[in-house]
């Protein structure tokens, strides 16, 4: 069973920039898409991008221009920037995974990232 | 983006009876829809995919149908550990999008 483990500050100041990783522990990160989705009270579930193990990106319309996210194969992680945070991307943040960059079949558990002046 | 919309926001059914939770997309998405389900404090687990493919390990209790825009979540004998939040989610074409959730209550 693969497991997730985001990592990264929990409390940002509004113009900071976001980053959080995501460890995992699989036998190969090859041939699934890495995922960022968070969930907030005011967006409920929102997608925020994916790469690939090729590291091909793809990220919400609305997010697009402030998030990066990148893949380091060689110490299972993969990574979330988003630059510019304001108290609208306080949400709680999860790492996932998906064979067929479709549907999500593993989750990380989720961290918490509040942003407060 | 298309936008999913499930119904009724909140749920409540008695253990044991039937559940019925909907969800329609803005524009069509075939049947590239999943389910999940969702307990406090916990990430979303899923459930169905390909509208209607329960994926490994979930009870044949929980059943998916649709096509096109309209989709329903079944769960035909409530359990007590099925009391949780449900979101349908798109795969059509990109960005992917979620419903806002129906949560499923104790009557």
């Known amino acids: 069973q693969v497991l997730l483990q985001e990592s990264g500050p929990g409390l940002l100041k509004p113009s900071e920039t976001l980053s959080l990783t995501c460890t995992v522990s699989?036998?190969?990160?090859?041939?699934?898409?890495w995922i960022w989705i968070r969930q907030s009270a005011g967006k409920g579930l929102e997608w925020i991008g994916r790469?690939?193990?090729?590291?091909?990106?793809f990220y919400h319309p609305s997010l697009q221009s402030r998030a990066i996210m990148s893949l380091d194969i060689t110490k299972r992680q993969f990574s979330l920037r988003l630059t510019s945070v304001t108290a609208a991307d306080t949400a709680v943040y999860f790492c996932?995974?998906?064979?067929?960059?479709?549907?999500?079949?593993?989750w990380g558990r989720g961290t918490l990232v509040t942003v407060s002046s | 983006e298309i936008v999913m919309t499930q119904s009724p926001a909140t749920l409540s059914v008695s253990p044991g009876e039937r559940a019925t939770l909907s969800c329609r997309a803005s524009?069509?998405?075939?049947?590239?829809l999943a389910w999940y389900q969702q307990k406090p404090g916990q990430a979303p687990s899923l459930l169905i995919y390909?509208?209607?493919i329960r994926a490994t390990g979930v009870p044949a209790r929980f059943s998916g149908s649709g096509s096109g825009t309209e989709f329903t979540l079944t769960i035909s004998s409530l359990q007590s550990e099925d009391f949780a939040v449900y979101y349908c989610?798109?795969?059509?074409?990109?960005?992917?999008?979620f419903g806002q959730g129906t949560k499923l209550e104790i009557k």
């Open positions: 996932a995974r998906s064979y067929s960059a479709t549907k999500v079949e593993n």
């Open positions: 699989s036998d190969s990160i090859s041939d699934y898409s």
């Open positions: 790469i690939t193990d090729s590291g091909n990106t």
């Open positions: 524009q069509t998405v075939s049947s590239d």
């Open positions: 390909g509208a209607s």
């Open positions: 989610q798109h795969y059509t074409n990109w960005p992917y999008s």
